[in-house]
């Protein structure tokens, strides 16, 4: 790929998430309103794209590379387990009112056909980067040894899946804040007292 061609996909990409940030309705935002934005005729679009489609898709990818890029960056970093959970939980607050997540959560409402790819996208990446960060908080001590890597994803399994069956929550951050930290305390610390007597996981005598 020439660089020419490179930076023109770009500058489209680019047209493409203002005007979808700005549209009520993503559908009806146009090849040719997106070429008029880039300051490329609608031929060039077609040319780097192919379609509509695959422009929706390149502009799901490159949304969600940011945020996973961004997401790798904290993770990875010297900070001890602590601070990093707390950049994330402060991080994913802010976040859910940028133009990152809420676009990509406008685009999946209407456009469903992009669902594959974010399901594979977290198969394949946002899976192994979360085993890394339960692992480096059982090292460090925050997390309970015995707990399998297995149980902790499927619990944040069903908590991505719960959350997308309340996309409300996220739709106004700021009004939901006090239910989104609630949310936040019992994913961390359960809705026991801490002085209740732990579960017995033991199977009972027959």
Same mark, same amino acid.
């Given at each position: 790929?020439?660089?020419?061609?490179?930076?023109?996909? +770009?500058?489209?990409?680019?047209?493409?998430?203002? #005007?979808?940030?700005?549209?009520?309705?993503?559908?009806?935002?146009?090849?040719?309103?997106?070429?008029?934005?880039?300051?490329?005729?609608? &031929?060039?679009? !077609?040319?780097?794209? %192919?379609?509509?489609?695959?422009?929706? #898709?390149?502009?799901? +990818?490159?949304?969600?590379?940011?945020?996973?890029?961004?997401?790798?960056?904290?993770?990875?970093?010297?900070?001890?387990?602590?601070? $990093?959970?707390?950049?994330?939980? @402060?991080?994913?607050?802010?976040?859910?009112?940028?133009? %990152?997540? +809420?676009?990509? @959560?406008?685009?999946?409402?209407?456009? =469903?056909?992009? &669902?594959?790819?974010?399901?594979?996208?977290?198969? $394949?990446?946002? $899976?192994?980067?979360?085993?890394?960060?339960?692992?480096?908080? =059982?090292?460090?001590?925050?997390?309970?040894?015995? #707990? @399998?890597?297995? &149980?902790?994803?499927?619990?944040?399994?069903?908590?991505?899946?719960?959350?997308?069956?309340?996309?409300? *929550?996220?739709?106004?951050?700021?009004?939901? *804040? +006090?239910? *989104?930290?609630?949310?936040?305390?019992?994913?961390? !610390?359960?809705?026991?007292?801490?002085?209740?007597?732990?579960?017995?996981?033991?199977?009972?005598?027959?």
């Amino acid at each position: 790929m020439t660089r020419d061609r490179e930076q023109s996909m +770009k500058r489209i990409i680019s047209a493409a998430v203002a #005007l979808f940030h700005q549209s009520h309705d993503v559908r009806k935002v146009s090849v040719e309103e997106i070429a008029r934005r880039a300051g490329v005729s609608p &031929a060039t679009v !077609y040319h780097n794209f %192919g379609n509509r489609e695959a422009l929706l #898709l390149a502009v799901v +990818k490159e949304l969600s590379w940011q945020n996973l890029e961004a997401s790798k960056a904290t993770l990875r970093c010297d900070l001890p387990f602590l601070q $990093k959970l707390q950049q994330i939980m @402060s991080g994913k607050l802010s976040l859910a009112s940028g133009i %990152g997540d +809420k676009l990509l @959560s406008k685009l999946m409402k209407q456009e =469903q056909g992009l &669902a594959p790819f974010l399901e594979e996208l977290y198969q $394949k990446e946002v $899976k192994l980067l979360w085993k890394e960060f339960v692992q480096d908080g =059982q090292r460090q001590g925050y997390i309970e040894p015995d #707990l @399998s890597v297995e &149980a902790l994803l499927i619990y944040l399994q069903v908590l991505k899946d719960g959350f997308s069956a309340h996309p409300e *929550l996220m739709e106004a951050p700021g009004q939901n *804040l +006090k239910l *989104l930290l609630e949310l936040s305390q019992i994913m961390f !610390y359960g809705f026991l007292h801490r002085d209740v007597p732990p579960f017995d996981l033991q199977q009972p005598e027959v």
